[in-house]
């Protein structure tokens, strides 16, 4: 297998912090949540949160992070600088608060830049409504565009990555679902655009992976990948495949066919019930790894080919059982 990189969400390394901090107060800091990520095996990546991980120190954080050994796969926008964004940051009803977030996310790029990364994940949490008669929606829709291509032409030459959620912490967001996000993104007119799948936010959205994931390579760039996992109620950001484990393999089964070529990032949350974060990252990178093995298998197997080719689920089910169980020969 080639070298695959694994990326993490840096946040989860606070979890059980007593544990691995028996004298802390208060919160880790990003090097501390750093340093033991850095003790994860097999962990290549961090993303970091700007500006949320970021304190004027760039040339020392970057530093720390290359002697734990790890590198920066991307940075992830979060707008928190201003109470303001509650109400939306690119979709936001006063031009002076959507040209704060366009600037905000400018400096997170250029940031990522000094990092020596070209990648940008944007989620729009707040950019939602919550009643009917709250939103203009033919407003909200083309204040999106106009700053997401305000964004893009500042920097053509970073991969500028849209993670779409259905709803939370908005009751409706406005880029909730694949499709909604791939109109956006023809809309934007960028080729520097992309998609970023998250796992949970798919299931949450009633969407199947896989066919997401069909939707956005045929129509943009796949350009992040959050893995974890979750009864499709809420974001859960359970272990990799530890309900739907099937279609997780599906999924790795349409990347591996499509090239992928980026971080297998875990957006997983064993902060939630006080897991030991570095043992939860341990058991979804060996999951992962475990399920490309098994897509390779399968990328080349013309009888599961054909068998998808002509609907046959009987068919496909039963080679898929025998790689999961083996021959009942055996």
């Known amino acids: 297998m080639e070298d695959i990189r694994f990326a993490t969400r840096l946040n989860s390394f606070a979890s059980c912090a007593h544990k691995f901090?028996?004298?802390?107060?208060?919160?880790?800091?990003?090097?501390?949540?750093?340093?033991?990520?850095?003790?994860v095996s097999g962990l290549t990546d961090v993303d970091l949160n700007y500006p949320q991980h970021i304190k004027n120190d760039v040339p020392e954080l970057k530093a720390f992070i290359a002697d734990h050994g790890l590198h920066v796969n991307g940075m992830a926008m979060r707008?928190?600088?201003?109470?303001?964004?509650?109400?939306g940051a690119f979709t936001h009803p006063?031009?002076?608060v959507r040209k704060e977030a366009v600037e905000l996310t400018k400096r997170g790029i250029d940031c990522g830049r000094e990092f020596g990364t070209h990648l940008m994940t944007i989620w729009l949490g707040q950019d939602g409504f919550?009643?009917?008669?709250?939103?203009?929606?033919?407003?909200?829709?083309?204040?999106?565009?106009?700053?997401?291509?305000?964004?893009?032409?500042?920097?053509p030459d970073v991969d500028v990555s849209i993670e779409y959620?259905?709803?939370?912490?908005?009751?409706?967001?406005?880029?909730?679902?694949?499709?909604t996000t791939l109109l956006a993104i023809h809309d934007i007119g960028c080729k520097n655009m992309g998609i970023t799948l998250?796992?949970?936010?798919?299931?949450?959205?009633?969407?199947?992976?896989?066919?997401?994931?069909?939707?956005?390579?045929?129509?943009?760039r796949i350009l992040g990948l959050h893995l974890n996992d979750g009864w499709g109620k809420r974001d859960d950001g359970l272990m990799v495949g530890a309900v739907n484990l099937r279609a997780t393999l599906e999924l790795i089964y349409k990347l591996r066919a499509e090239h992928f070529g980026?971080?297998?990032?875990?957006?997983?949350?064993?902060?939630?019930?006080?897991m030991d974060p570095v043992a939860e990252a341990e058991v979804n990178i060996r999951a992962v790894r475990r399920l490309i093995a098994m897509a390779d298998r399968l990328v080349g197997n013309q009888e599961l080919a054909d068998a998808i080719a002509h609907q046959d689920s009987p068919r496909s089910q039963s080679i898929l059982d025998e790689l999961w169980y083996?021959?009942?020969n055996q």
């Open 21 to 39: 901090w028996p004298d802390l107060r208060g919160k880790p800091s990003t090097y501390q949540m750093i340093e033991r990520a850095a003790t």
């Open 79 to 87: 707008y928190n600088t201003l109470p303001e964004f509650q109400l």
């Open 94 to 96: 006063d031009a002076r």
């Open 130 to 155: 919550d009643y009917c008669f709250q939103a203009d929606y033919d407003r909200m829709w083309d204040n999106l565009i106009s700053c997401f291509r305000e964004v893009c032409e500042y920097a």
């Open 165 to 179: 959620k259905p709803n939370e912490p908005r009751a409706f967001s406005v880029l909730p679902n694949a499709a």
């Open 198 to 220: 998250d796992f949970c936010h798919v299931l949450f959205a009633g969407e199947i992976p896989a066919f997401a994931a069909s939707l956005a390579a045929k129509r943009t």
């Open 262 to 274: 980026g971080a297998y990032y875990f957006d997983t949350f064993p902060d939630a019930s006080g």
């Open 326 to 328: 083996g021959s009942l």
